[in-house]
């Protein structure tokens, strides 16, 4: 038998999301395991006063912890650990005595410089101003397009604290069109100049891809318990209020949606589950998907409706479509827990433990669709779902949160390979989108498993606002007719 040791640490820990899941999974990443561990919240630890950080408004607590291992030396796993950006002080028995190591003051958060206001230029004749509105779960991004030319874009950074209180996704209506209102009277802006405005569409009913004009009964529907769980019902609520605040006896003003997240237009093979009652949904960036794929379609030369590509958009969820022939036949629905772990979602886990969970009386039932959908991915391992503060943890040698990145990386490869099996092999293009998108480290990893399936193109950030624009365009200009829903 091997001889297991135990050993006692204790650490004074900022009150950050996911610190717990970070430092355990640090523990057991090096070979230990934690036979007892002990949190309590305390923001007058002795041993904290010094650190900056422990000034910070989380607060801290003070955790104790048993571990038991055989291996790797525990002085070389607490150096490890104070590197985390969520730990301010360790404290262990060496040779009978008591260590207090604190984390080096010089980690401070450098201000963010001010943003420029942007003053809208006036608007032209012949030319269509058009307003885009795109909620996410803790931003509000808004542009005004001049026919497909931006004149003043915004993303607003909303404090996950402060939309809490709200208590509800609908209930963050009034703030969030409040926040754009003054930003575009900050810019300029007469308001009296837009001629059309085009929402992020929401968890509506499965509709084909097209641009719909907003009506009650989308409205309607946006409000349901289903639709109102996603930021994006926002856009088409907001976007018909602030349309509806222009009208006049001269003037209409009408509200779209573009290529909404339940567009759907998967093969029939692809929506058995194997348990029936439950189909699979095609939710996903659909807007982004298709705005990508067609430009990439441009740029070779081919008609996006003769392309057979696999479009994958890596941002806070990550969806990875097979595109054949103009449609998408097959997707994973990041929504509802299928496909790779995303910054702060789950993915596909096995679902006995999960039952387990469900009738453990421990969570609600809010609470375990928290886990799935906001709470899980690398923000439940690292307490972050910022990639560049990951790649900072790495560079800093932080092993563990290279290798939850890494796994992220080689769960989405193996997503991309399953939609080539869709499209028999026969791919034309393989596209990494969204904002992970801008990390040459993420997209290099999965590069190195995909690039002998097809070619690999990359387009960091995501097409959304300019797709939003010019799908009402389309519609204002005569190009194409507006669908009901």
């Known amino acids: 038998m091997t ?10 820990v900022l009150n950050k999301p996911g610190v717990l899941g970070r430092v355990a999974g640090h523990i057991r990443h090096e070979g230990w395991n934690i036979k007892r561990l002990n949190v309590v919240p305390t923001a007058e630890q002795q041993d904290c006063e010094s650190s900056p950080a422990a000034t910070a408004e989380t607060g801290t607590s003070f955790m104790e912890i048993d571990i038991e291992g055989t291996h790797t030396k525990l002085a070389q796993v607490m150096d490890r650990i104070l590197n985390l950006d969520c730990v301010v002080s360790i404290a262990m028995i060496q040779n009978g005595e008591k260590i207090i190591r604190r984390r080096p003051q010089d980690h401070m958060i450098e201000e963010a410089p001010q943003e420029k206001t942007v003053k809208a230029p006036i608007k032209k004749e012949n030319i269509f101003r058009i307003l885009a509105i795109n909620p996410g779960s803790t931003s509000t991004k808004f542009s005004l397009y001049d026919d497909e030319i931006c004149v003043v ?4 950074s909303h404090d996950a604290a402060q939309l809490a209180q709200f208590g509800s996704v609908l209930n963050q209506r009034e ?9 575009l009277k900050s810019c300029d802006v007469d308001i009296a100049s837009i001629d ?13 891809s097209g641009v719909y004009i907003i009506n009650k009964k989308m409205i309607d529907d946006l409000h349901s318990a289903t639709a109102a769980i996603h930021a994006s019902a926002l856009g088409a609520i907001i976007a018909s209020e602030i349309a509806a605040s222009l009208e006049s006896k001269d003037r209409i003003v009408n509200a779209y949606v573009v290529d909404p997240i339940v567009v759907d237009e998967m093969d029939r093979n692809a929506k058995l589950t194997g348990m029936p009652g439950i189909e699979r949904s095609s939710v996903f960036h659909a807007l982004n998907q298709k705005a990508i794929a067609k430009r990439l379609a441009r740029q070779l030369g081919k008609p996006y409706e003769n392309a057979r ?12 479509g097979a595109h054949r022939y103009g449609r998408v036949i097959d997707v994973n629905d990041a929504l509802a827990g299928e496909g790779p772990f995303t910054p702060e979602r789950t993915g596909a886990v096995p679902l006995v433990p999960v039952i387990n969970m469900c009738f453990s009386g421990e969570y609600t039932q809010k609470e375990m669709i928290e886990k799935v959908t906001k709470h899980g991915g690398m923000k439940a391992y690292l307490g ?21 990145s890494d796994s992220m990386a080689y769960q989405v490869s193996k997503e991309i390979g399953a939609m080539t099996a869709v499209l028999e092999g026969l791919v034309d293009a393989i596209i990494l989108t969204g904002g992970l998108a801008h990390s040459n480290r993420f997209t290099g990893a999965i590069k190195q498993r995909v690039d002998k ?15 939003l624009a010019s799908g009402v365009l389309r519609v204002l200009k005569g190009e194409e007719k507006a669908a009901r829903y």
Do not use: W
Request: with cysteine; net charge negative.
């Open 3 to 12: 001889n297991q040791k135990t050993e006692k640490v204790e650490l004074t």
């Open 153 to 156: 874009s915004k993303n607003i």
């Open 175 to 183: 703030f969030r069109k409040d926040c754009i209102m003054q930003n």
């Open 196 to 208: 059309a405005i085009a929402g992020r569409g929401g968890l509506l009913k499965p509709i084909a």
């Open 309 to 320: 590509f696999i479009v994958a958009h890596l941002g806070g969820g990550i969806t990875i």
């Open 384 to 404: 972050t779902n910022d990639e560049t503060e990951v790649e900072k943890m790495i560079n800093d040698g932080d092993e563990f949160a290279a290798l939850v």
């Open 453 to 467: 399936l097809a070619p690999v193109y990359v387009f960091p950030g995501e097409d959304e606002m300019l797709a």
